[in-house]
């Protein structure tokens, strides 16, 4: 039965395998049959016939997401109207049989407690991430979907790894230098196999599979791939459910790739694996993907368009994780605050009702409108009184008035804002496509401030960016030329000895330097421009500015941030701060705590036993996971330090403080 049960899978793929039984087995030698070979023209169905003719094409492209899904949520039909589902996978078909091998008394020490659930263990992940936030999140729902497939057990080195799971950051190019770096030394693991485990170097039970995850997989599958077969795997962000069939094709000698980004995959219905398990905060993605295609910016082409989890998915994750002990989560999306689910809304409303910012626009518009970023905050927060929310990272454009109300209102939802600016010039965020200019900005500042007045500002910039247009001069003078327009040729000839049409000044950079000390931001994530391939930037802009002065910019962006930080943290000092230990203060371990207040600032105090009003007062030490009131003493400028004074609730704290707002004073 199982056999036959094959030779229908082989019908639907038209693929020829060789499926190697473990040694118990090995008398069985399954061969799949080619779709020519066992089908009769009256068993033809076109839909079987497509999903042939996709298959035989995923050893140079993809798989597409549809295709990819119908074998984990089996929705594609075979012939004789049997369902993938009732097909048994490979796996289950193995696990059978080395059950009855092993009911005759062969056993198998390597065998763990997969098995007994009918899914053999398939070897050791080690993992690695670089990047974001959200990249962290997706190796959580790898190694979820892994699981299932009977990957259970995580290595510490990847020497000991069967499989090895990259993933990788496409945004800046130290992060994909570092990515090379690393395939580098697994190349030399899968290469030397034999001699590392010889010499104690490796040890792992056969070469590791090497899976390359990520956005750096979208943008540079060809190239990876081509590595000198320093990769077995490239899997794109929206192709994780593929993951366990691609490692298959490995086996019967092939490259697994999949990189087709998806209009809605979302991971929804997944409960990610933590990495972290003993942590008192976690990461939920609430939507992925990005539309707002600013010149500079790669994410909507590694990770694709905008889409978002309905509301229900995201409050039974974090009801999970609050039974788990977590205390403060933080939404993610690329552009988190565009969030918009539209899956329950009876009567979706019309696109044109979407709110921006005031004096804000966006190049994308939004063709329905369902649940907003502001009506997901409200929920959570309504729901888990007692946990605190963050979120990032934010577009300027997606700040709407009744979203800053929900953030003032509700008391369990931080007080902090990342708001990226990335240029302080006009000129150079038109540049950008960013959909606003600087005065724009300013005034979004101004009312934040003025609707939340103890809010913690912080952005991202980007220095000595020069953006100049690939016109070549001699296309430029036949153009005029041939319009009479002389006159406007040397005005164009002027402008582009002096400024190179749209390339970054000194003056822009001054503008950026002013927006700094305006805003006074709490913290601020600045970096140097690296061009990305496949960007608007990339087919339209030379980036031409030399290194030694990018980095003469960053350097004094770097100072005037520091100049106008420092005195909100100042601000602080002699308040009474609800701060969530996070662990030891590194600096002094034995007698110190760390954690982060609702502000977003880091503050440590002295570890003393505290009234603990929970617990009728009984004095203790405070301890991770616990919120405590803490009476800030002194700033660094960088940080806090105080005394603590009690061990609280969130919502107690709340209910109890009368404590006045305290103002940035050089708010912009």
Same mark, same amino acid.
């Given at each position: 039965?199982?056999?036959?049960? +094959?030779?229908?899978?082989?019908?639907?793929?038209?693929?020829?395998?060789?499926?190697?039984?473990?040694?118990?087995?090995?008398?069985?030698?399954?061969?799949?049959?080619?779709?020519?070979?066992?089908?009769?023209?009256?068993?033809?169905?076109?839909?079987?016939?497509?999903?042939?003719?996709?298959?035989?094409?995923?050893?140079?492209?993809?798989?597409?997401?549809?295709?990819?899904?119908?074998?984990?949520?089996?929705?594609?039909?075979?012939?004789?109207?049997?369902?993938?589902?009732?097909?048994?996978?490979?796996?289950?078909?193995?696990?059978?049989?080395?059950?009855?091998?092993?009911?005759?008394?062969?056993?198998?020490?390597?065998?763990?407690?997969?098995?007994?659930?009918?899914?053999?263990?398939?070897?050791?992940?080690?993992?690695?991430?670089?990047?974001?936030?959200?990249?962290?999140?997706?190796?959580?729902?790898?190694?979820?979907?892994?699981?299932?497939?009977?990957?259970?057990?995580?290595?510490?080195?990847?020497?000991?790894?069967?499989?090895?799971?990259?993933?990788?950051?496409?945004?800046?190019?130290?992060?994909?230098?570092?990515?090379?770096?690393?395939?580098?030394?697994?190349?030399?693991?899968?290469?030397?196999?034999?001699?590392?485990?010889?010499?104690?170097?490796?040890?792992?039970?056969?070469?590791?599979?090497?899976?390359?995850?990520?956005?750096?997989?979208?943008?540079?599958?060809?190239?990876?791939?081509?590595?000198?077969?320093?990769?077995?795997?490239?899997?794109?962000?929206?192709?994780?459910?593929?993951?366990?069939?691609?490692?298959?094709?490995?086996?019967?000698?092939?490259?697994?790739?999949?990189?087709?980004?998806?209009?809605?995959?979302?991971?929804?219905?997944?409960?990610?694996?933590?990495?972290?398990?003993?942590?008192?905060?976690?990461?939920?993605?609430?939507?992925?993907?990005?539309?707002?295609?600013?010149?500079?910016?790669?994410?909507?082409?590694?990770?694709?368009?905008?889409?978002?989890?309905?509301?229900?998915?995201?409050?039974?994750?974090?009801?999970?994780?609050?039974?788990?002990?977590?205390?403060?989560?933080?939404?993610?999306?690329?552009?988190?605050?565009?969030?918009?689910?539209?899956?329950?809304?009876?009567?979706?409303?019309?696109?044109?009702?979407?709110?921006?910012?005031?004096? +804000?626009?966006?190049?994308?518009?939004?063709?329905?409108?369902?649940?907003?970023?502001?009506?997901?905050?409200?929920?959570?927060?309504?729901?888990?009184?007692?946990?605190? +929310?963050?979120?990032?990272?934010?577009?300027?454009?997606? +700040?709407?008035?009744?979203?800053?109300?929900?953030?003032?209102?509700?008391?369990?939802?931080?007080?902090?804002?990342?708001?990226?600016?990335?240029?302080?010039?006009?000129?150079?965020?038109?540049?950008?496509?960013?959909?606003?200019?600087?005065?724009?900005?300013?005034?979004?500042?101004?009312?934040?401030?003025?609707?939340?007045?103890?809010?913690?500002?912080?952005?991202?910039?980007?220095?000595?960016?020069?953006?100049?247009?690939?016109?070549?001069?001699?296309?430029?003078?036949?153009?005029?030329?041939?319009?009479?327009?002389?006159?406007?040729?040397?005005?164009?000839?002027?402008?582009?000895?002096?400024?190179?049409?749209?390339?970054?000044?000194?003056?822009?950079?001054?503008?950026?330097?002013?927006?700094?000390?305006?805003?006074?931001?709490?913290?601020?994530?600045?970096?140097?421009?690296?061009?990305?391939?496949?960007?608007?930037?990339?087919?339209?802009?030379?980036?031409?500015?030399?290194?030694?002065?990018?980095?003469?910019?960053?350097?004094?962006?770097?100072?005037?941030?520091?100049?106008?930080?420092?005195?909100?943290?100042?601000?602080?000092?002699?308040?009474?701060?609800?701060?969530?230990?996070?662990?030891?203060?590194?600096?002094?371990?034995?007698?110190?705590?760390?954690?982060?207040?609702?502000?977003?600032?880091?503050?440590?105090?002295?570890?003393?036993?505290?009234?603990?009003?929970?617990?009728?007062?009984?004095?203790?030490?405070?301890?991770?996971?616990?919120?405590?009131?803490?009476?800030?003493?002194?700033?660094?400028?960088?940080?806090?330090?105080?005394?603590?004074?009690?061990?609280?609730?969130?919502?107690?704290?709340?209910?109890?403080?009368?404590?006045?707002?305290?103002?940035?004073?050089?708010?912009?």
């Amino acid at each position: 039965m199982a056999t036959s049960s +094959f030779y229908s899978l082989s019908s639907a793929l038209n693929q020829h395998h060789y499926i190697n039984l473990p040694k118990q087995c090995s008398i069985l030698t399954l061969r799949f049959f080619s779709l020519k070979s066992c089908r009769s023209p009256s068993t033809y169905d076109p839909q079987i016939s497509s999903h042939r003719r996709a298959f035989a094409r995923s050893s140079a492209s993809a798989l597409s997401h549809n295709i990819s899904r119908s074998f984990s949520q089996s929705h594609s039909p075979v012939s004789g109207g049997a369902r993938f589902s009732e097909i048994p996978s490979l796996h289950q078909f193995m696990a059978k049989a080395t059950a009855t091998v092993t009911d005759s008394g062969v056993s198998d020490p390597q065998l763990n407690s997969n098995t007994e659930s009918g899914i053999l263990p398939k070897g050791r992940i080690y993992h690695e991430t670089y990047g974001c936030q959200m990249n962290v999140n997706d190796m959580e729902i790898v190694l979820s979907i892994m699981k299932q497939a009977g990957y259970s057990e995580v290595a510490e080195v990847p020497e000991s790894a069967e499989v090895i799971f990259i993933n990788t950051c496409a945004i800046r190019d130290n992060a994909e230098q570092k990515v090379w770096q690393r395939l580098n030394y697994f190349w030399f693991l899968k290469r030397q196999w034999k001699n590392n485990v010889a010499t104690g170097r490796s040890q792992s039970l056969h070469p590791p599979k090497v899976v390359v995850l990520g956005c750096m997989a979208e943008r540079l599958k060809d190239k990876i791939l081509d590595s000198d077969k320093m990769v077995d795997v490239v899997c794109g962000p929206d192709a994780y459910r593929d993951l366990p069939r691609l490692l298959e094709e490995v086996d019967s000698g092939q490259k697994g790739i999949n990189t087709l980004l998806s209009l809605e995959e979302t991971y929804a219905d997944i409960n990610p694996v933590r990495i972290s398990k003993n942590s008192i905060s976690a990461f939920v993605s609430v939507m992925r993907g990005c539309n707002n295609m600013c010149s500079f910016c790669i994410v909507p082409f590694t990770r694709g368009r905008e889409r978002s989890r309905p509301v229900e998915s995201i409050v039974r994750e974090v009801a999970e994780l609050w039974k788990e002990g977590v205390k403060e989560v933080t939404l993610l999306g690329q552009n988190v605050n565009s969030y918009n689910d539209t899956s329950g809304v009876e009567e979706v409303e019309s696109g044109v009702n979407w709110k921006y910012s005031e004096g +804000f626009s966006s190049r994308c518009k939004v063709k329905s409108m369902g649940l907003r970023f502001a009506d997901l905050l409200d929920t959570l927060a309504t729901e888990f009184p007692d946990m605190r +929310f963050r979120y990032t990272s934010p577009h300027p454009k997606d +700040f709407p008035d009744v979203l800053l109300y929900v953030m003032r209102d509700r008391y369990n939802v931080c007080k902090s804002i990342h708001l990226p600016a990335q240029s302080g010039s006009s000129t150079v965020l038109e540049s950008m496509r960013r959909g606003y200019t600087s005065e724009a900005y300013l005034d979004l500042v101004k009312k934040i401030r003025t609707i939340i007045p103890d809010i913690g500002i912080s952005s991202d910039f980007i220095c000595g960016k020069s953006f100049y247009l690939l016109v070549r001069f001699p296309q430029l003078l036949a153009v005029l030329v041939m319009s009479n327009e002389i006159a406007l040729y040397y005005v164009a000839l002027f402008l582009l000895l002096r400024r190179g049409f749209c390339g970054e000044t000194e003056e822009d950079h001054e503008d950026t330097l002013r927006l700094v000390r305006a805003v006074g931001y709490d913290m601020a994530y600045m970096f140097t421009y690296s061009m990305r391939e496949k960007t608007h930037a990339h087919r339209n802009y030379i980036d031409d500015v030399p290194d030694d002065v990018k980095q003469r910019r960053l350097t004094e962006l770097i100072a005037a941030f520091r100049e106008s930080t420092g005195q909100c943290f100042d601000t602080q000092v002699g308040s009474v701060q609800l701060v969530l230990v996070e662990g030891p203060n590194k600096r002094a371990p034995d007698t110190e705590l760390i954690g982060k207040s609702d502000r977003g600032h880091r503050v440590s105090f002295a570890v003393i036993p505290v009234p603990d009003k929970v617990d009728n007062d009984v004095k203790r030490n405070p301890k991770v996971g616990d919120f405590v009131e803490v009476h800030i003493l002194k700033s660094t400028r960088a940080s806090l330090h105080g005394q603590a004074l009690a061990i609280t609730t969130l919502s107690s704290f709340h209910a109890d403080t009368l404590e006045e707002p305290l103002v940035c004073h050089n708010a912009a």
